[in-house]
């Protein structure tokens, strides 16, 4: 099984900093035929099911606000806030979907500061 | 505006078995870019995949979870179901059902990320 590790567990941000969510997974997620790197990232807050966020490591999903980005290749992915709001305090989730069982990672808490 | 909503018992025996219906609503399960799947999250524990049906009926399942999982779809009444054989408290969980994009890899139509997702059930095993 491929495992997907997120660091921190836990994060602390003041409203308007940079918040910054990592991924690592035990092997590459590239498909190297298509070039994509097959991951996802959710958003979840208490109570309800998790909303996607990006998907292909950096394509933002409709509606979805910019300043969320998703950036990395091959093992290692970044979720970034740009600036962050009160109501991105959540928990944050990556998934891979490149061979299964599809796996996600154990979820970063993010909170303000 | 697709959505999907969960349904069935939320209270299970050991060894019996959790069976869950997820009615699509707003879309068609027939939908040819679209697998369907269940996921599942412990209480205070993280995401598990259980498994993914697309409307012709091909599956993909959890190895950890296959001998026990069976997923089936009902393209008349546009939904899937899922049956978990022989419980236990450690399938205690919230139960979600999911839209998943499907996605061409190689030779094969294969499921992708979730995109749309039911409210979830929780459901709880004992006794």
């Known amino acids: 099984d491929i495992v997907m590790t997120q660091s921190p567990d836990s994060l602390a941000v003041s409203l308007g900093e940079r918040a910054t969510i990592n991924c690592k997974s035990s092997?590459?997620?590239?498909?190297?035929?298509?070039?994509?790197?097959?991951l996802a990232w959710y958003q979840q807050k208490p109570g309800q099911p998790p909303k996607l966020l990006i998907y292909?490591?950096?394509t933002r999903e409709s509606g979805v606000p910019d300043r969320f980005s998703g950036s990395g290749s091959g093992t290692d992915f970044t979720l970034t806030i740009s600036s962050l709001q009160a109501e991105d305090v959540a928990l944050y989730y990556c998934h891979q979907y490149y061979t299964p069982p599809f796996t996600f990672g154990q979820g970063t808490r993010l909170e303000i500061k | 505006q697709l959505q999907l909503q969960e349904s069935g018992p939320g209270l299970v025996k050991p060894s019996e078995t959790l069976s869950l219906t997820c009615t699509v609503s707003?879309?068609?399960?027939?939908?040819?870019?679209?697998?369907w799947g269940w996921i599942r999250q412990s209480p205070g524990k993280g995401l598990e995949w259980i498994g993914s049906i697309y409307y012709s009926g091909s599956t993909f399942y959890n190895p950890s979870l296959k001998s026990r999982v069976t997923i089936s779809v009902d393209t008349s009444k546009n939904q899937f179901s899922l049956k978990l054989s022989s419980v236990t408290a450690a399938d205690t969980a919230v139960y979600f059902c999911?839209?998943?994009?499907?996605?061409?890899?190689?030779?094969?139509?294969?499921?992708?990320?979730?995109?749309?997702w039911g409210q979830g059930t929780l459901v709880t095993v004992s006794s």
């Open positions: 092997q590459s997620i590239l498909y190297r035929s298509n070039n994509k790197n097959y």
């Open positions: 999911a839209r998943v994009q499907a996605v061409d890899t190689g030779m094969l139509r294969t499921p992708a990320y979730f995109q749309h």
């Open positions: 707003g879309g068609s399960i027939s939908s040819s870019s679209s697998y």
């Open positions: 292909w490591a950096s």
